[in-house]
């Protein structure tokens, strides 16, 4: 079982504001990363340190942490954005260096 | 651009020994900047940490697989292997090799690989 935990489905109308959470003890310590991953595909890291894209992610994604609780937020979200996805961090353990949360899946609908 | 590349048998007969090689390609794993990592993703469920190891041959593994994990790194060639033994249908699996960066306060994997199905059946 996951020590982050992620709601297993989020849907969201298109072109509409949708949040993505992720709770775990360890985001009080340590930053989230999130990842979208389409079927057939490798996982894409969209945010990592808390609130940073790679190159080449829209600016639509966007990420924040309070308390125990990592979100990301697709503001004005896309077809395209459905997907699951998934956050990890590190874990509290010193040899356990990745941890990931169960993962949501999106629907835009 | 960086690439990584999964490579092994994709069918394992119960209680046999997965063995898989990921060769790095567009950079040097030798690099003291990341980990090198191995993924798993059984059909329709989530991701799984199975382990990571840095070019110094430091290996950091799940606790809930250690037992049965061994990730080694070959600088020479530029690649890093998984062997999970004793496998059995639970371990059917994608299984997809990764570079990540770590730090005090975060990990993130920034490249993946395409991934390989295993299929542990008789």
């Known amino acids: 079982s996951s020590e982050l935990t992620q709601d297993p489905a989020v849907s969201v109308a298109l072109g509409q504001t949708v949040r993505i959470t992720c709770q775990g003890d360890s985001l009080r310590n340590f930053y989230a990363s999130w990842y979208q991953q389409k079927p057939g595909q490798a996982p894409v890291l969209v945010i990592y340190?808390?609130?940073n894209r790679p190159s080449g992610i829209p600016d639509r994604f966007s990420g924040s942490s309070s308390g125990n609780t990592a979100s990301l937020t697709i503001t004005g979200a896309q077809a395209e954005d459905e997907a699951d996805y998934y956050c990890n961090s590190r874990d509290s353990s010193a040899n356990r260096l990745v941890v990931f949360g169960g993962g949501t899946r999106l629907t835009v609908l | 651009q960086l690439q990584l590349q999964e490579s092994g048998p994709g069918l394992v007969k119960p209680s046999e020994t997965l063995s898989l090689t990921c060769t790095v390609s567009g950079g040097s794993i030798s690099s003291s900047s990341y980990f090198w990592g191995w993924i798993r993703q059984p059909p329709g469920k989530g991701l799984e940490w199975i382990g990571s190891?840095?070019?110094?041959?430091?290996?950091y593994y799940n606790p809930s697989l250690k037992s049965r994990v061994t990730i080694s790194v070959d600088t020479s060639r530029n690649q890093f292997s998984l062997k999970l033994s004793s496998v059995t249908a639970a371990d059917t699996a994608v299984y997809y090799c990764?570079?990540?960066?770590?730090?005090?306060?975060?990990?993130?994997?920034?490249?993946w690989g395409q991934g390989t199905l295993v299929t542990v059946s008789s």
């Open positions: 190891i840095y070019y110094s041959g430091t290996t």
């Open positions: 990764a570079r990540h960066r770590q730090s005090i306060v975060t990990t993130e994997i920034d490249n």
């Open positions: 340190n808390k609130n």
